[in-house]
């Protein structure tokens, strides 16, 4: 789905809420995990049901508030390097075709900035609280919202405190994921193996958090760079599909 999000900033430079919604159902592979309120969403948009209505139904016409919206949008973030507002509104747009309760889209919005404010200060030197405080403005607030602010006061703390605190992503919501994901981008901003590390030590849904955190991370430290992605590990990983690489 992040491939998918890429794609579409790729062709058209925006999220089109419509074209990304056909993309996601037609791309839509269960087998992967995706949760079972996404698969029926998709399921319904590739029936061809509009989806606002279809992901606004869910769980009582709340919509899910659960971590998948954050899950695939940092791509989206770096795209948009240093345009903070810009990434939050493609993000809540992003967000929306499949998350429609407000902690998810909180949840997207501030993980594609914390994933702005990484690619626009790569290169140079910065506090940990400072992609803390880059998000900071774009906390709507709820449970997500309040993880993240007391994120900032965990800083320096292990990872099994933060977790702790502030969640694992155990259940599958953007209020026990994105605190957690942040806290672990700003601990360990220069250093990508440590930051996918902390995340596998946390448990719960870690290859949920290594998402986020490592599309915040990557986009400060690029790949095969001191800190950056080790190319052993880009070597090992599942190829890109050919709709990512090929441009038509």
Not at 126 to 139: G, R, S, T
Not at 157 to 172: C, P
Not at 176 to 194: G, I, K, N, R
């Amino acid at each position: 789905m992040a491939c998918s999000v890429f794609t579409e900033l790729r062709e058209r430079g925006l999220i089109d809420r419509d074209a990304l919604a056909a993309t996601f159902a037609d791309r839509c592979e269960p087998y992967r995990g995706y949760s079972g309120g996404t698969v029926a969403v998709l399921h319904q948009i590739r029936g061809g049901r509009p989806w606002a209505g279809v992901a606004g139904a869910l769980f009582d016409g709340r919509g899910s508030w659960g971590n998948g919206a954050a899950m695939r949008v940092a791509p989206l973030g770096a795209y948009f390097a240093g345009e903070f507002d810009r990434a939050a509104a493609e993000a809540a747009s992003a967000a929306e075709v499949t998350h429609r309760h407000p902690e998810a889209i909180v949840g997207a919005m501030v993980v594609a900035v914390a994933a702005s404010w990484a690619a626009v200060s790569r290169g140079k030197g910065c506090a940990p609280e400072e992609l803390l405080d880059a998000v900071d403005p774009y906390l709507v607030d709820g449970r997500t919202a309040s993880g993240v602010r007391r994120a900032r006061k965990l800083l320096g703390r292990s990872v099994a405190e933060a977790s702790y605190q502030l969640g694992n992503g155990a259940q599958v919501s953007a209020q026990d994921t994105v605190p957690f994901t942040l806290w672990a981008a700003a601990s360990f901003l220069d250093d990508y193996p440590a930051a996918i590390t902390a995340c596998v030590e946390a448990g719960g849904d870690a290859d949920t958090t290594a998402a986020i955190v490592g599309g915040i991370v990557a986009a400060r430290t690029g790949i095969g760079t001191p800190g950056g992605v080790p190319q052993e590990w880009l070597a090992a990983r599942e190829a890109l599909p050919a709709w990512v690489t090929e441009q038509g």
